[in-house]
């Protein structure tokens, strides 16, 4: 209550409106960019291209039609509900008819509309077409952005709707990384369905009204709730920590920076040819449920915890550097360092646009906290982003003491919805 | 187990009133109908009735039998809803019956010989409110599913004789062998002996479901008893005759359940609950692993209600007639896969059906139960 005050009585310009400190993705942020001696108006430079204004309001809509789908450049919302269906039917049309029928009703979500005739009002006889926990909620930046996986164009050699020939070739099965220990009932998937925002309960509301309009099409295969980002894709504000308390994902892609996008992130007309063709625009999601051992991490020293990540914990910033964002001097860094592996420079400039959050399923059973990072990548190909990436990363890294990779899953992204009659897939299935 | 919907509360509550209303069969004194009591001639051919329009009310039937068989006489409503209801009337005698009647149209039958359709009257109670339009189509589904559920507590009687007995001989492998059969007809049929509101937590309580001081008794009681127990006490062999008595009263109030078109949609996606709460989990028979006999009952007790409302559905929502035949097709198919013959109930033990497969069965119960949820709107809409 006081915060309002102050702010109201602040000279204009010295502090931020309270309409601003809402404006920035929650109150916390905001404090932390006025403590650091920053601005709202500061923290606005730079996103002049993306609708980051718009878009990064946390109880706003953001635009659901596009070349590209949202969900992927759109500034990082706070949560997370992420599903991976297996699709039931063996009908292409019936397939065909769902994603129409999802199309609509993502459209709506994301506008903050309830699905269908609504979650009250019809008939009292029949149960609401929307399940209601997200009535009088904002729209709070919700982002649904679909992808469809290996599995959806082959499985068990069958070629299941006639999609065989147009698997793209970057759409590969993941090789074994070291260190792998993959549960199967949360690895793979047919479709993908990622929904952030910023209010955890709209994610939930959107994922569960998707189930329920494909039962009998399509089932959860599984999913997964992230509560925190872990990465941002407005360079001006702060890194999220992760579960490790480290700024990891610092040097990523920008919403903002088309040229990295381009060459990046979205697939190109030129790579996408022939067969193809329907993921110009498009994009590749690598998502891996990597489970940190926590208390094994707790008990190690500051000094050691550092030597991992390249990154002092306080500020984030590189080893001999003095803040988060200087340029890394990767030869200081021990070489099993993450952030010495993992930069574009030890790679050939290779980058990937990071938007993973972090989780905690309760504890396991044996009284440790399961919890880790969701690892959610975008890359242009996943062939010369992830794979080489985690190649290397899982032979050399000193993370992988305290951390393991329990999920994987790949899909292809397809590109936007461009209009109130286009749906999710069409060009796939044209 | 016991469902907690309203409409279940609803129905209680009036089959309370009836069975109320049922009990009032005056005794006969010999003296002939009282006055403005409607007169009923049964013969062995016939069922005459005095008048064919009465007002509603406080109503008197006055029977003679003129026959040369024993007989009975039933005043139904729509739907055969037994409103009142004389058994054992001698040939040559007479007896007087009453009901509260509100408006509408029900039928009387005389059945000689105590069996049977009966010969049947439509009559008439008049008064305000008596202009409801009724759907003869759902007014026979209806009637047709009462028939069922009795045919089905029928059959279970004979089942469940069998298994009392084994429990009560002491006899723990002929009673297993006997438990799981001894369910089909009440699993099938669930909604209907909920909507009594009393004979369920005495047949049915899971353990889990005992409140604080209820003693535990009916089948699961018997079940935990023979497979964790492993041992029949004297007590169990009392609850076995106490089953029984409780089934009996369940077999005898078929007839006055309410059941309406809504009631019957309503409880085919009960049953699709009680398969997806209780036996994909394998909490319901969590000591025998008889969950799948259960899941099959359940299933085809929600089919048997909607292949009756099928004729309106396919009418009022064809799209959804086609995906309900598909899902159920679909989730018998897959029960199929696991049936074993050498099994007393011809079904796979639970506990022998990996994780993976249960996921795969409650795909399958979601994928029914979505679009089963729809049917009550479906029949409700046609007037």
Redesign the interface.
Known sequence: MSQDETTTDAPAGRAPSRRALLGWGGAGLALGAVAAGGTAAALRTGSDAQPAGADATSGSAVPFHGRHQAGIATAVQDRLHFASF?V?TDDRDELIALLKDWTKAAARMTAGDAVGGGAVGG?A???PDDTGEALGLPPSRLTLTFGVGPTLFEKDGKDRFGLKKRRPEALIDLPKFSGDNLDS?RSGGDLCVQACADDPQVAVHAIRNLA?IG???I?IRWSQLGFGKTSSTTPDAQTPRNMMGFKDGTHNIAGTDNAALDQHVWVGEKDAKGDERWMAGGSYLVARRIRMHIETWDRTSLKEQEDVFGRDKAEGAPVGRKHERDTPHLKSMLPTAHVRLAHPDSNGGVRILRRGYSFTDGTDGLGRLDAGLFFLAYQRDVRHGFVPLQQKLAANDALNEYIQHVGSAVFAIPPGVRGADDWWGRELFA | MRAHRSSVVAAIAVAATLTAVAGCAAKSDGKGAGKGAIAVTASDSDCKVSAKEFPAGHVQFAVDNKGSKVTEVYVYAPGDRIMTERENIGPGTHAEITAEIKPGAYEIACKPGMKGHGIRQKVTASGKGAAVKRNPKLDAAVSAYRTWVQEQADQTLPKAQKFADAVKAGDIEAAKKTYALSRVGWERTEPVAESFGDIDPKVDTRADGLSDGQKWTGWHKLEQSLWEKKKISADDKKLADQLITDLKDWQKRVGKAVINPTTMANGAKELLDEVATGKVTGEEERYSHTDLIDFHANVEGAQKAYELLKPVVTKNDPALAKELDKQFAAILKQLDGHRDGKSADGFASYDTVGKGERKTLSDSVNALAEPLSKLAAAVAESK
């Open positions: 297996d039931t008939p006889e029949a149960p009932t329920r039962f009998g099409k089932a």
